[in-house]
């Protein structure tokens, strides 16, 4: 017997390649629904060799599946996952929402799988970012021999990471470039074709240079 599953944000860069991978790693699927915004309605996405058709969220009766793959914003995830997850179904959420909240595991399944077991708290599980879901499984093995106490990371965001929005402005913006001028910047604060930007999201307190000295740094103003 396979599972009732719905990916919401269907429409989405994740959650197109959500329902690719379901289908890829021939995961035990019994129904799969394809959610977007009321908008969506009645859009087709594959589902292998399958087209499901989209349905709105606000229509949708999530107590008929078992899990739900939620790939739209935090903020949507905030109003939704929570709601979702009384209704019954799992919900495994792909933004930063639930991160850093205590009630919800965390988990990259190479790394503590085990942590599904409190899921219930909440019916939500949070994942963490790209950057750090791939850098945690090769962290693992290094933490579990010694342990580690601190890491120091760089990372270079692609285009994508901004959603269909981003990945379509770069688009229009590179064949701007070459016809009639690079269309004005709306996604990011800058022209993104061609460019490189040292901005992602918002700027929050991490991002501001530290005031005070901490673990014996210099301040840096
Ligand atoms: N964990 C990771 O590794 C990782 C990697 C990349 C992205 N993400 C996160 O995944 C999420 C989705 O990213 P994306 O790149 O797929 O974004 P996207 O391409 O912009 O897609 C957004 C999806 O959300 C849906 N949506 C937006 N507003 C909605 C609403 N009010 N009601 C219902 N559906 C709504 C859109 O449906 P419509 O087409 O109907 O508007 C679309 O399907 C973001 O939170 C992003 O930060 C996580």
Redesign the pocket.
């Known amino acids: 017997m396979g599972y009732r599953v719905a990916v919401?944000?269907?429409?989405?860069?994740?959650?197109r390649e959500m329902l690719n991978i379901l289908e890829e790693v021939e995961f035990p699927v019994d129904r799969i629904h394809a959610?977007?915004?009321?908008?969506?309605i009645g859009?087709e996405v594959s589902f292998g060799e399958k087209i499901v058709k989209?349905e709105d969220?606000?229509q949708f009766d999530f107590s008929t599946v078992d899990l739900v793959l939620m790939?739209?914003?935090?903020s949507?995830?905030k109003i939704w996952s929570p709601k979702i997850g009384e209704a019954g179904p799992i919900v495994i959420d792909?933004?930063?929402a639930f991160r850093m909240d205590p009630d919800v595991p965390l988990i990259v399944p190479e790394v503590n799988p085990d942590d599904v077991e409190w899921a219930d708290r909440k019916n939500i599980i949070a994942?963490?970012?790209?950057s750090t879901?791939q850098l945690v499984v090769a962290l693992k093995p290094l933490h579990d021999r010694a342990r580690i106490k601190r890491v120091v990371v760089s990372t270079y965001q692609s285009v994508?990471?901004?959603?269909?929005?981003g990945m379509d402005e770069l688009w229009d913006q590179t064949k701007g470039v070459f016809v009639l001028g690079a269309p004005e910047p709306k996604k990011f604060p800058k022209q993104i074709a061609f460019n490189v930007i040292p901005f992602i999201g918002a700027f929050n307190d991490e991002a501001i240079p530290m005031k005070k000295p901490r673990c014996g740094m210099k301040p840096t103003r």
């Open positions: 919401v944000g269907a429409t989405g860069n994740v959650g959610i977007a915004s009321r908008k969506s859009v989209c969220v606000e790939s739209v914003s935090g949507f995830s792909n933004s930063s994942n963490p970012n790209c879901a994508s990471g901004a959603g269909k929005e």
